[in-house]
């Protein structure tokens, strides 16, 4: 089984990556390496097109290529124009037919800058919870909004080009600027899954994981007895689904949570393991080393460094 990746912000409010083709990639990372604390993790392309995660909200701003981007159990296929909202823990990857013609602009936005944004603007944080309520991840914005949004990134990347602090006000707000964009509702479409019709159940089940994410008791058996399906048949739907198995998507999502838990460093690793609905540290451990190929406590050191 391949690792997953778990991407997180470490230090910085916000963080801006510009891949262009193949060729270009290795001078869109020089850019912008000195302001971004995770360019190390980015610049190694292959984790992302597997199954990852991060603590922050993701926007993919999608600018040409071929592209089947998979989000919490929806496909969608990319056209330009499009720009994917990714919310903190959601299990995504892209599926890319040729990386030397897949151009896009990946936004990382830590949590709390996004909430100082969201109690600016009302409409925003609307916007954001509609979006959830819809299970919608994709938004095709008209074409003039989508060109001054990625103008706005595009003076941001220029300025970090020429040592702009990543604090600085302008910055944020050319940055506020563009989420406004993004984020309006009357500057974009929302696209729905392209490759089957919204299926409420899944829907139903994934907010059940997601409400009871924390329970010890949160299993197969368990959730095919809630939904009044048979566990047999409710594991291949569940995989079929969302491309993997019921027991690592709930794994991922746990993983993710102690990830942010550990960063913290608030809580011993043993109470976060408990906290985060794993019946005992020994198989905590197991798993966190068996997704992200080191251990608990190695993460917590290099956070702490």
């Not at 097109?49 to 159990?73: K, N, P, Q, T, Y």
């Not at 299970?135 to 300025?159: A, C």
């Not at 291949?236 to 993997?244: E, I, P, S, T, W």
């Amino acid at each position: 089984m391949e690792h997953s990746i778990h991407l997180p912000v470490t230090n910085k409010s916000f963080e801006l990556y510009y891949f262009v083709g193949k060729e270009n990639q290795s001078e869109s990372y020089d850019w912008l390496k000195k302001h971004n604390e995770s360019a190390e993790e980015f610049s190694r392309l292959e984790s992302l097109f597997r199954l990852h995660s991060h603590d922050v909200m993701e926007i993919l701003v999608f600018l040409g290529g071929e592209c089947e981007f998979f989000c919490e159990g929806k496909t969608y296929s990319l056209k330009k124009g499009d720009v994917v909202v990714v919310p903190p823990y959601a299990v995504h990857k892209a599926e890319v037919a040729d990386i030397h013609n897949y151009d896009r602009i990946i936004l990382n936005i830590s949590s709390h800058l996004l909430e100082d944004y969201m109690r600016s603007a009302q409409a925003m944080k609307e916007h954001i919870i509609y979006q959830k309520t819809q299970g919608s991840y994709v938004l095709n914005l008209h074409e003039r909004n989508f060109q001054r949004m990625v103008d706005l990134l595009h003076d941001i990347t220029q300025r970090i080009r020429q040592d702009e602090e990543n604090h600085s006000f302008t910055l944020h707000y050319l940055l506020f600027q563009a989420l406004q964009i993004i984020l309006n509702p009357e500057s974009s479409i929302p696209i729905f899954n392209e490759k089957k019709e919204l299926d409420a159940r899944l829907a139903a089940i994934l907010d059940y994981i997601e409400s009871h994410l924390t329970d010890s008791n949160l299993s197969l058996d368990h959730v095919s007895n809630y939904f009044h399906l048979n566990k047999y048949y409710f594991s291949h739907y569940f995989k079929n689904n969302m491309n993997l198995p019921f027991y690592r998507y709930v794994s991922l999502k746990r993983l993710s949570n102690a990830v942010t838990l550990i960063k913290q460093n608030k809580l011993s690793l043993e109470n976060i393991a408990l906290q985060c609905g794993f019946p005992d540290y020994s198989s905590f451990y197991r798993l966190f080393k068996k997704e992200y190929n080191l251990s608990p406590k190695q993460l917590q050191q290099e956070h702490k460094n």
